[in-house]
């Protein structure tokens, strides 16, 4: 398990080269991402109403635990995973109620009573960078749901990159403040198309005189009908997808506010219910 942050030492000196900053300094995570409002929980919590979800609820790729306890707050019975022990280490503590375990979305079998609903958010879907893993996270989504069970999820919309390079021209800077230093993330996307893949670098610097530090992920691109057709091949009926209005689009989404109709933004929001349990 990885130790709680040493607040007189900036997790630069502490992560190691080309880690995930974020993943292991899940209170850095909440400093660069806020979410005060629960946006993302509650945009989920509103999809399960509107189509008529039961109340337990699996939030896979938890990250730090808000949106699952947010789920809960709601009234609903969740269990949240996540691979990152870290993440779920603070979860247990910051947003106690859910029941966190350690999972792999590719391939995951919590052993536990079937759930209602399948969450996936912030596009953690999108880890899944081959077509056995998606078919993987598919189908340990399938084993877990009772029949008529819901999948919910968000990420990127891979169909926003046909010809458009607003996102990949120049290099995002973004900085923050948090427990009294100065942060900047300076990340370059890149397509890498044989592999269907957005890739990111970001390097991380901060104002204490610690050394920059560099990291690399990527995540798959999905267009909106080749993810109709995966999810047919494994059973579920798409009810929603569209790109926005969503927790992470411009504008955000607001309460009372239903599906759109297009899918050529940024972001990819997906209602799929499973209608075949084999």
């Given at each position: 398990m990885t130790p709680p942050l040493n607040t007189t030492r900036s997790p630069l000196n502490t992560t190691r080269s080309n880690e995930n900053l974020l993943t292991d300094n899940p209170e850095l995570y909440e400093?660069?991402?806020?979410?005060?409002?629960?946006?993302?929980?509650?945009?989920?919590?509103?999809?399960l109403r509107r189509h008529g979800a039961g109340a337990r609820v699996l939030d896979i790729g938890c990250g730090t635990g808000r949106d699952a306890a947010s789920l809960h707050a709601a009234g609903r019975t969740v269990v949240a995973a996540d691979l990152?022990?870290?993440m779920l280490a603070y979860a247990r503590t910051h947003h106690r109620g859910p029941d966190y375990v350690r999972a792999d979305l590719r391939d995951?079998?919590?052993?536990?009573?079937?759930?209602?609903?399948?969450?996936?958010?912030?596009?953690?879907?999108?880890?899944?960078?081959?077509?056995?893993?998606?078919?993987?996270?598919?189908?340990s989504c399938r084993?877990?749901?009772?029949?008529?069970?819901?999948?919910?999820?968000?990420?990127?919309?891979?169909?926003?990159?046909?010809?458009?390079?607003?996102?990949?021209?120049?290099?995002?800077?973004n900085g923050f403040t948090w427990q009294g230093t100065a942060y900047i993330s300076t990340t370059t996307l890149s397509v890498d198309r044989t592999a269907q893949l957005l890739r990111r670098?970001?390097?991380?610097?901060?104002?204490?005189?610690?050394?920059?530090?560099?990291?690399?992920s990527a995540w798959r691109l999905l267009f909106p009908q080749e993810l109709r057709h995966v999810l047919a091949s494994h059973g579920f009926e798409v009810l929603d997808l569209h790109d926005g209005p969503g927790p992470r689009t411009e504008p955000a989404w607001q309460e009372g506010a239903g599906?759109?109709?297009?899918?050529?933004?940024?972001?990819l929001h997906l209602v799929a219910r499973l209608t075949r349990h084999d």
């Open positions: 400093a660069r991402f806020p979410d005060a409002d629960r946006l993302a929980g509650r945009w989920a919590e509103d999809c990152s022990e870290a995951f079998d919590l052993h536990e009573e079937p759930v209602d609903a399948v969450v996936c958010l912030d596009s953690a879907l999108l880890y899944c960078h081959t077509n056995a893993e998606l078919d993987g996270f598919l189908t084993r877990s749901l009772t029949p008529g069970g819901l999948l919910v999820a968000e990420m990127r919309n891979g169909a926003f990159f046909l010809g458009r390079t607003e996102l990949l021209d120049a290099p995002a800077v670098t970001r390097i991380w610097t901060a104002d204490d005189g610690s050394p920059p530090h560099e990291q690399r599906p759109g109709e297009r899918t050529d933004q940024d972001r």
